[in-house]
């Protein structure tokens, strides 16, 4: 009899008081968890490639800098998509900033993809042959961490300014349920050329034959770098970058039809980056429906401004049946469908920012700005004579205008304004009187932090008039 | 099982014999009245020796030398037990079980409590008031029956279960059912339909934290238990009933219009409107003479406009008929219940079906119940186990707004279209006028049921170790696993038709679901009990418990079945790149554990003083490790103040008892799931990762984010509460109140999106939440005599509740409703509607401010239309018992709850469906000249979403009235075999009043009503025998 009571006894207190971890600690079957989303490198690659996914980010980018500027219009069947952005009607909610404040969340998203995978590389199991590769998406990780800061910075935060305080959070570490504060200017711009000159210094030196503009590179780091230096105003560096790119040789500017055929996907010419997409026609479609409603079309000021002779009038805007101009650009494919990817970096803009950082600099070469912006044009004006520039105002303003037409729909316009402090003018006959035109000094050239954001993060601070 | 029970039995019989005889008592068993009751089992306890009572209720026994205890049983009445000393003469009064409090034991699922020592607040539902329900789902039967539930029939199809909450909403985001527990096991809430009722004794419901904390982070939304039927002992007895009859469509308050009420209805909307003179689907005016456009037809045109219009008038379809039935119902059972010497055994087999009041749903069960019971000096052992197969037919869709949905479709499809062609197909065709047949069509082609196994097994082990220790050992399983099969025929119009392009549309499909859940539990136990020279009682328990569920599910869709052979896997196509019919394969498992150790500890003091507690420590894999053990404790007193001598004196006062109790528990059962699944629910802490694809290359990529830092919603009760019997128990009840918190009420945060899941709310234990509220339940004997009893009754219950705190998380929206802190949950958000502009028909809505404006802005949504949870709900009712006759009548009733009707927004919406070629209600009058004042806007101007949609659903329903004969002993003795024989007539759902226009204020989710399936009205008959 003792013994039943002792077995008994022994029964509960073996439920009771051990705390049994094994039984209680279980591990979901169906999906990944913390515990065991990364364990292989084969299982980091799958991250990174989550990764580069998420840097589509940037077609919002293209979106916003198209409806907020003055290279679209909304277009003739237009239902109301992007209509509030482009008539400065948004504010911080969903309902109405909904194009504006989607790059916030986007963005932190590509952010934490990285912060999750970084810290398994270095643990994960890997074949021989895989070993190397750890540095190698470790630094692709950490380029595409400072390319996402550097989106956040542009869109939410003033003009660069070193001193301000409202810059936007950094993170290095994936922690869902973080509430942090705003960091300043120069240290997100600290953290992104950190994060950009380490992803470079570990990458192995590309070539002609083994760049490739679909992960991040030496080349293409170099190309943002000269992109955010520019951005800083930190010429010198601007121009050290895009050299650095241009010299490489690794994509060339071409013209005629081989300068046409990037845009169906047709070759890869001077692409330094994309984002690839295999079945989606989501970059097309943010400008004219599958069904070919054409929601934003170019604006008329966007279209005067080139030249007959000017291959880019007929490659970037196009006429349809009803005699409406669409978006062409990202429009056809030869992949069938509209299916293009997403050109989020090409050689041309190396060369515009070179000629700007020379015609900027603190002693002006205004020579070798007007070479590499006269070798653009004469690979997109047929029968084009190089021009010379007597001031450096002179040929910023032309390289701006080149950029206006170069580079319209791929995300820039609405920055370039920002960064030179130049007010958005458009046509009378692209918009109302009420929105035609937006003062340099107007508080909508920083998108608003989401309100949701500042529902939910207590030391979060607004912009300037939302 | 059986033969091992023959045998066990024949051994008995044999020992039997042998024993010597000494002495004989005799006596007369009569019920609380004084009415003799024949046919009651008396046994020498603890032996096999037993006789039966006569039709006078007088009964003679034999009586052995050692013999101590005599047992008086009865399935209708509560078992007593009398000590025989040297007594010659024994006659004892018999308590009915049911109407009364049962026994004086409270079952708590974990421990058995006397009523007097139980410190919370319990109500017991007895045989009586469970038996020959004819709903296939248990829970339904609780309706109207104890204080402080909510008991709702969210639809009328057979075998639904109820949604059930006990005290007030306690949780928002996660589910509010309560824990279900069978002969000590926690079975699968909402999943009842293999249960079959007339299996159980009794239901204890707990609504109190004394009961609840007993389970921990299981309890917090109250405990249903359930008691099965234990076999009687005395001789086997041999029990046959049947119950059949029929169920019929409820009243319906919208009428659909008929033929002539729509085509003038369209011909004014037609007329008034003024843009729809080209509308063919609004004939009325399309072919009307006065249309300009019949001045512009040809002669020849203008003749056919006539002829058509002529003969649309001459087809006056109801939909309404086509698609309800008269449907039948039978219920049949056996059952064996008898034990000799320590050994008892109740066994029944039960056939169940029920048909729907539409067409192509039923419910059919087989059940069959084995209870065995072993109880000696030192050990008790028994099994209890049930096993069940339901199939269940559905209707395609019996929920959603589609016209799939027949409550719909036979609502809003015009009168003018018939239901069969010439040639006796179905008049399928393109909506809006085909609707309603294409839905009947799919009715008859396809087919949507499911087959459900359901096995519950306890085991319930007791040992005495001496005086005071004992062991205790209760284990069990509760599994079911359902089989669904759902086959699309390819040849119906909505797949064959030439705009059909989809090659799976139009192949039809078969789709085969399999889901499994099993619950295991393992609860051993210590106790010690001791009485000190009956003044103090002891009682302490310790217990473990580990609790295991495993849930796995697993479906195919296939297509391209072959119509000569219908409804098979076996005709399914493979697909290829040419014929595109790939099948859809998916499936799931998650699984849980529970870990805890309790202790209960009781000390009564002369009867008089009770104080008990109880400490339960709970670690569960549902949370995060550094949450994952906590612990829930109640404290709990009684003051039997009628035993005290100053009110002994009080002649009036029979029995008057104070209970007051406190405790937390926890809502395990409950934890929020994203898509209210077990599988989802199973690891809400962890952050999960997907799979998927960029570029054709896979991906990794994080999709929810977790939060480390979940635990369970806690829900602390104070309870005080009164039992009293009192004028010599002619007017008894309890009365209690309560105060519920809930702390840590997961509400829904945003995060940052600085985290990487952008604007994506999150469950965070941030909220408090209240329900406060009292309950009454109350019986007065009116009149108590012999052949005469006339009992009244009423029990219902108050609940205020309110959102005290969000903890800083702002307000946020729950489908119609808003959560806002000072509100109830359940408040409707909608902009108030201001009736129609009598000049212009324009619709007018308030604005925030209470101005009255023409121009809809969902900005101006307000929360002063009350709460979808009904504050007030109880049931009321008599019984008269004369001779053999018995009549019950039982009301239930809700009051204060209002509900969105979302069928009017269909039936009385001239732009949205009268103009689109739907049907309206008939009492439909639209905005046709200035100076009307109406309710319905001009068909100038379509409408909004509005407060117009919401209203009053309190109502009350005459839920259930049986009138019963038992047959006289007198004339059964002439009979052969038969020992009692009872004939009944029962009506169900008979009569409602309510405000309610819609289908079943009872229909769908609390909030809306979109087109439910409507509880339907029953009349049943049967017989009870026993051999």
């Not at chain 2, 928002?172 to 824990?179: F, K, T, V």
Request: glycine share 8%.
């Amino acid at each position: 009899m003792k013994q039943v009571i002792n077995i008994w006894t022994l029964l509960l207190a073996i439920l009771i008081f051990t705390s049994c971890k094994k039984e209680l600690d279980l591990q979901p079957s169906d999906t990944f968890s913390d515990a065991n989303a990364f364990v292989t490198f084969d299982d980091i690659q799958k991250g990174v490639n989550g990764a580069f996914g998420r840097y589509g980010a940037y077609a919002n980018d293209m979106y916003v800098s198209a409806l907020l500027s003055d290279e679209a219009k909304l277009g003739a069947d237009n239902t109301g998509f992007g209509a509030l952005t482009y008539r400065y009607q948004f504010s911080a909610d969903n309902t109405t900033g909904g194009d504006v404040i989607q790059a916030w969340g986007s963005y932190y998203a590509l952010i934490d993809q990285v912060n999750r995978v970084l810290p398994f590389i270095a643990t994960v199991t890997a074949t021989p042959d895989q070993e190397p590769r750890r540095n190698i998406v470790r630094a692709q990780l950490l380029a595409l961490r400072g390319i996402a800061h550097f989106g956040l910075l542009q869109a939410y935060s003033k003009n660069y300014d070193p001193a301000d305080s409202r810059g936007v959070p950094i993170m290095l570490i994936s922690n869902a349920t973080a509430r942090p504060a705003r960091n300043t200017m120069s240290e997100v711009m600290d953290r992104i050329e950190t994060d950009l000159a380490e992803a470079k210094a570990a990458l192995p030196a590309v070539t002609v034959g083994s760049f490739s503009d679909t992960v991040m590179n030496k080349i293409n780091i170099a190309a943002y770098q000269a992109r955010i230096a520019l951005y800083k105003r930190d010429y010198d560096a601007a121009i050290t970058y895009s050299t650095e790119v241009i010299n490489s040789g690794v994509k060339p500017l071409v013209s005629g039809t081989a300068f046409q055929e990037i845009w169906t996907d047709d070759n890869d010419n001077e692409v330094l980056f994309r984002v690839r997409y295999e079945t989606s026609s989501s970059i097309g479609t943010l400008w004219t429906t599958t069904g070919g409603t054409v929601s934003i079309a170019p604006s008329d000021k966007l279209i005067a401004s080139y030249d007959v002779a000017d291959i880019r009038a007929n490659t970037y805007i196009g006429t349809n049946a009803s005699g409406n101009k669409f978006v062409n650009k990202f429009f056809f494919s030869n992949r069938g469908g509209r299916v293009v990817d997403l050109k989020a970096s090409r050689i041309s803009e190396m060369y515009l920012i070179r000629a700007e950082a020379y015609a900027k600099r603190g002693a002006p070469d205004l020579a070798a700005g007007a070479a590499d912006l006269n070798l653009l044009r004469s690979n997109r004006i047929f029968g084009y004579t190089n021009e010379t520039f007597a001031t450096s105002a002179a040929l910023i303003d032309a390289v701006l205008e080149e950029r206006f037409k170069e580079l319209a729909f791929e995300g820039f316009r609405f920055f370039d304004l920002k960064r030179n402090n130049l007010p958005v003018e458009r046509l009378i006959s692209d918009a109302n009187a009420a929105w035609q035109t937006l003062p340099s000094s107007s508080n909508f050239f920083v998108l608003p932090i989401p309100r949701y954001e500042l529902q939910a993060n207590p030391n979060m601070v607004q912009n300037d008039g939302y | 099982m059986r033969k091992l029970c023959l045998m066990l039995s024949a051994i008995f019989l044999l020992l039997l014999n042998t024993m010597a005889q000494t002495r004989t008592v005799t006596g007369k068993v009569t019920d609380e009245k004084g009415a003799p009751i024949p046919n009651v089992s008396v046994l020498v306890r603890g032996t096999t020796n037993g006789t039966t009572t006569a039709t006078d209720g007088s009964y003679s026994i034999t009586l052995p030398a050692n013999a101590k205890e005599l047992q008086f049983t009865s399935l209708s009445y509560d078992p007593v037990t009398v000590t025989i000393g040297n007594k010659t003469s024994i006659s004892v009064s018999m308590a009915a079980a049911g109407t009364k409090e049962l026994g004086e034991v409270v079952v708590t699922g974990i421990s058995r409590v006397k009523k007097s020592e139980y410190t919370g607040a319990t109500t017991k539902i007895g045989e009586g008031q469970i038996k020959n329900v004819p709903v296939g789902s248990f829970d339904q039967i609780l309706q109207g029956k104890v204080p402080g539930i909510s008991v709702l029939s969210s639809s009328g199809a057979p075998g639904t279960s109820a949604t059930i909450i006990i005290r007030g909403t306690g949780s928002i985001q996660g589910s509010n059912d309560p824990l279900y527990v069978v002969d000590g096991i926690p079975v699968e809430a909402g999943v009842f339909q293999g249960l079959n009722p007339n299996d159980f004794a009794s239901i204890d419901v707990i609504r109190d934290a004394a009961g609840a904390a007993l389970y921990g982070s299981r309890g917090s939304a109250g405990v249903i238990v359930i008691t099965t039927k234990k076999g009687t002992a005395g001789k086997m007895k041999f029990g046959y009933s049947a119950q059949m009859g029929v169920k019929s469509r409820p009243e319906f308050s919208f009428r659909p219009m008929n033929t002539t009420e729509l085509l003038k209805a369209q011909f004014d909307y037609g007329r008034v409107s003024g843009s729809n003179d080209n509308n063919a689907n609004i004939p009325g005016w399309y072919y009307s003479t006065q249309n300009p456009r019949y001045a512009t037809l040809s002669p020849a045109d203008q003749a056919s406009a006539q002829q058509a219009l002529d003969s649309l008038s001459k087809i006056n379809t109801n939909w309404g008929d086509e698609i309800f039935r008269q449907a039948n119902f039978s219920n049949h059972q056996i059952s064996l219940s008898g034990g000799s010497g320590k050994t008892r055994l109740y066994s029944s087999l039960g056939l169940y079906n029920e048909e729907g009041t539409t067409l192509r749903t039923d419910m059919k069960r087989i059940s069959f119940r084995n209870n065995i019971d072993y109880v000696d000096d030192k050990f008790s052992y028994s099994v209890n186990s049930n096993i069940g197969y339901t199939k269940r037919n559905f209707q395609q869709s019996t929920v959603t707004n589609s016209l799939a949905n027949p409550f719909l479709t036979s609502a809003v499809n015009v009168p003018y279209a018939r239901l069969r062609k010439d040639d006796g197909t179905f008049a399928t065709g393109v909506a809006p006028s085909n609707s309603a047949a294409n839905q009947l069509e799919l009715t008859e082609l396809d087919e949507n049921y499911n087959t459900q196994v359901k096995a519950t097994l306890g085991l319930n082990f007791n040992y005495k170790i001496n005086k005071y220790f004992g062991l205790g050992l209760v284990t069990g399983v509760d599994f079911r696993e359902t089989q669904g099969t759902n086959y699309g025929n390819r040849l119906a119009f909505s797949r064959s038709n030439p705009n059909v392009t989809n090659p799976t549309t139009r192949a039809g499909f078969q789709r085969e679901t399999f889901s499994r859940f099993l619950t295991a539990d393992v609860r051993p136990s210590i106790y010690f009990r001791k009485s000190v020279s009956d003044k103090h009682d002891i009682d302490i328990a310790v217990y473990g418990e580990y609790v295991k569920e495993a849930a796995k599910d697993f479906n195919f869709t296939g297509y391209g079945s072959d119509p000569k052979r219908p409804n098979t896997p076996a005709t399914i196509i493979q697909g290829n790149a040419a014929n595109q019919l790939f099948a859809n394969v998916g499936g799931r498992k998650a699984e849980t554990s529970l870990l805890s150790g309790l202790i209960t500890a009781k000390y009564t003091y002369k009867g008089k003083y009770t104080l008990s507690g109880s400490f339960r420590d709970d670690g569960s894999s549902k949370l995060p490790e550094n949450n994952r053990w906590q612990t829930f404790y109640s404290v709990g007193a009684v003051w039997e103040a009628s035993k005290e001598d100053f009110i002994k004196n009080i002649s009036a006062i029979n029995v008057l008892r104070i209970k007051l109790s406190y405790g937390g528990s926890g809502n395990a059962n409950n934890f929020p799931a994203s898509d209210g699944t077990f599988f989802t629910g199973a690891y809400p802490y962890q952050p999960q990762y997907s799979g998927g694809t960029y570029s054709g290359l896979e991906t990794i990529i994080a999709t929810y984010p977790g939060n480390n830092d979940m635990k369970w919603e806690s829900t602390f009760v104070t309870n005080l509460g009164i039992d009293f019997e009192l004028l010599n128990r002619r007017l008894y009840g309890d009365i209690n109140l309560y105060n519920k918190t809930t702390k840590d009420l997961f509400v829904q945060n945003a995060l940052s999106g600085v985290g990487g899941f952008g604007d994506f709310p999150i469950d965070v234990n941030a909220g408090e939440l209240s329900n406060k509220g009292f309950e009454w339940n109350i019986n007065a004997e009116v009149i108590r005599k012999q052949d005469f009893v006339w009992t009244l009754f009423a029990n219902g219950g108050y609940n205020k509740n309110k959102v005290i705190s969000l903890g800083g998380v702002n307000s946020f929206e729950l489908g119609t409703e808003k959560v806002t802190e000072g509100l109830p949950l359940g408040s409707h958000i909608e902009v108030g509607w201001a009736g129609v502009d009598a000049a212009t028909g324009q619709p007018l809505y308030y604005t925030k401010e209470g101005l009255i404006t023409n121009v809809y802005s969902s900005d101006d949504a307000v929360q002063t239309w009350g709460t979808s949870e009904a504050p007030w709900r109880g049931g009321f009712g008599t019984s008269v018992r004369f001779k053999g006759f018995d009549l019950s009548v039982l009301f239930s009733w809700q009051r204060g709850a209002t509900k969105v009707d979302n069928l009017e927004y269909f039936m009385e919406n001239p732009v949205g469906f009268l103009g689109n070629g739907y049907n309206q209600s008939s009492d439909l009058v639209f905005w046709q000249k200035p100076g009307d004042i109406v309710n319905t806007p001009s068909p100038l101007y379509g409408t909004n979403f509005s407060s117009k949609i919401i209203h009053d659903a309190s109502f009350m329903r005459l839920r259930e009235v049986s009138l019963s004969y038992t047959i006289p002993k007198s004339m059964l003795q002439n009979v052969k075999y038969l020992s009692n024989a009872r004939l009944y007539v029962q009506g169900n759902n008979l009569f409602m009043w309510t405000k309610w226009r819609g289908r079943d204020p009872e229909g769908g989710a609390a909030n809306i009503n979109l087109s439910e399936y409507p509880n339907p009205r029953g009349v049943t008959a049967g017989l009870e025998i026993t051999f």
